[in-house]
C-alpha cells in the first residue's frame, strides 16, 4: 500500500484520528475538547473549542506526512435517513455531527493542501453497515490484535485490556486515552480499516489494468 491512510469518527468532545502508513503500522492522535470549569457554553462555542482541538492534530499529520498528496482520508458523515424511523435520534445532533465532518475535512485541506479527491464522506451505514457497535468493535479489535475486555454494561464495547501495551500505537497522540475513551477510539480505527480495504482493492484494480 502507498497511501497514508486517515480514519476520522466525528465527535464534539473526543477527538481522534486512526492512521495506517504504508508499512501497515497503526496509530492514534487522541484528544478531548475540554470545556472551562463551570462553563459549557452554547453549541456554536462547543464547535469553535473542537475547532481547535481538530486543527492540533491535525498539525501533527501535517509534521508527520512527509507528500500530502499521498494522504486519503476516510471521514464519517451523517444522514438523517434512519432518524425518521427512530425517535431517540435527535436532529440536531446529526447536524452538529455534519459540521464536525465539514471541520474535520476543512482543516485537511487547509493545512494539507489535500485534494477532494483524497477525501471520501462515508455514513455509517456504508462502513458499519448493520452490525452492532459491540460486533464492529470487537472485529475491529481482533483485526488489530488488540486484546479487549467488555465495557458499557447495557450498551457494550471493547477496550483496550492495558492501555500501557499500546504506546507504540500512541506515540503521535496528543492526550493518553482512558479504557472508556476507546467507544469513541475504536470507530476510527473501523473506519481507517474500512478506508484502507477500499485502497488496497483500488490499488489491485488499477494493477491489472
Same mark, same amino acid.
Given at each position: 500500500?502507498?497511501?497514508?491512510?486517515?480514519?476520522?469518527?466525528?465527535?464534539?468532545?473526543?477527538?481522534?484520528?486512526?492512521?495506517?502508513?504504508?508499512?501497515?503500522?497503526?496509530?492514534?492522535?487522541?484528544?478531548?475538547?475540554?470545556?472551562?470549569? @463551570?462553563?459549557? @457554553?452554547?453549541?456554536?462555542?462547543?464547535?469553535?473549542?473542537?475547532?481547535?482541538?481538530?486543527?492540533?492534530?491535525?498539525?501533527?499529520?501535517?509534521?508527520?506526512?512527509?507528500?500530502?498528496?499521498?494522504?486519503?482520508?476516510?471521514?464519517?458523515?451523517?444522514?438523517?435517513?434512519?432518524?425518521?424511523?427512530?425517535?431517540?435520534?435527535?436532529?440536531?445532533?446529526?447536524?452538529?455531527?455534519?459540521?464536525?465532518? @465539514?471541520?474535520?475535512?476543512?482543516?485537511?485541506?487547509?493545512?494539507?493542501?489535500?485534494?477532494?479527491?483524497?477525501?471520501?464522506?462515508?455514513?455509517?451505514?456504508?462502513?458499519?453497515?448493520?452490525?452492532?457497535?459491540?460486533?464492529?468493535?470487537?472485529?475491529?479489535?481482533?483485526?488489530?490484535?488488540?486484546?479487549?475486555?467488555?465495557?458499557?454494561?447495557?450498551?457494550?464495547?471493547?477496550?483496550?485490556?492495558?492501555?500501557?501495551?499500546?504506546?507504540?500505537?500512541?506515540?503521535?497522540?496528543?492526550?493518553?486515552?482512558?479504557?472508556?475513551?476507546?467507544?469513541?477510539?475504536?470507530?476510527?480505527?473501523?473506519?481507517?480499516?474500512?478506508?484502507?480495504?477500499?485502497?488496497?482493492?483500488?490499488?489491485?484494480?488499477?494493477?491489472?489494468?
Amino acid at each position: 500500500m502507498k497511501s497514508l491512510i486517515v480514519g476520522i469518527d466525528p465527535d464534539l468532545s473526543n477527538m481522534s484520528a486512526a492512521i495506517m502508513d504504508p508499512t501497515g503500522a497503526v496509530y492514534v492522535i487522541f484528544d478531548r475538547v475540554e470545556d472551562p470549569k @463551570g462553563c459549557k @457554553g452554547t453549541t456554536a462555542l462547543k464547535l469553535a473549542r473542537a475547532t481547535e482541538t481538530i486543527r492540533k492534530i491535525v498539525n501533527v499529520v501535517v509534521e508527520w506526512a512527509v507528500r500530502p498528496e499521498a494522504i486519503v482520508l476516510y471521514l464519517e458523515d451523517q444522514s438523517t435517513a434512519h432518524a425518521k424511523r427512530e425517535q431517540k435520534i435527535n436532529i440536531q445532533d446529526l447536524v452538529t455531527l455534519s459540521h464536525i465532518s @465539514g471541520i474535520w475535512s476543512g482543516m485537511f485541506s487547509a493545512l494539507l493542501w489535500l485534494p477532494h479527491s483524497n477525501i471520501h464522506l462515508i455514513t455509517a451505514s456504508i462502513w458499519k453497515q448493520q452490525q452492532t457497535k459491540w460486533i464492529n468493535q470487537r472485529r475491529t479489535l481482533d483485526s488489530l490484535k488488540i486484546s479487549y475486555v467488555k465495557m458499557g454494561g447495557k450498551k457494550p464495547y471493547p477496550a483496550p485490556v492495558s492501555i500501557d501495551d499500546l504506546k507504540g500505537m500512541l506515540n503521535y497522540s496528543l492526550t493518553t486515552p482512558n479504557p472508556g475513551d476507546f467507544l469513541d477510539i475504536n470507530d476510527s480505527l473501523g473506519i481507517m480499516l474500512y478506508g484502507w480495504k477500499q485502497e488496497m482493492k483500488h490499488e489491485t484494480t488499477t494493477a491489472r489494468s
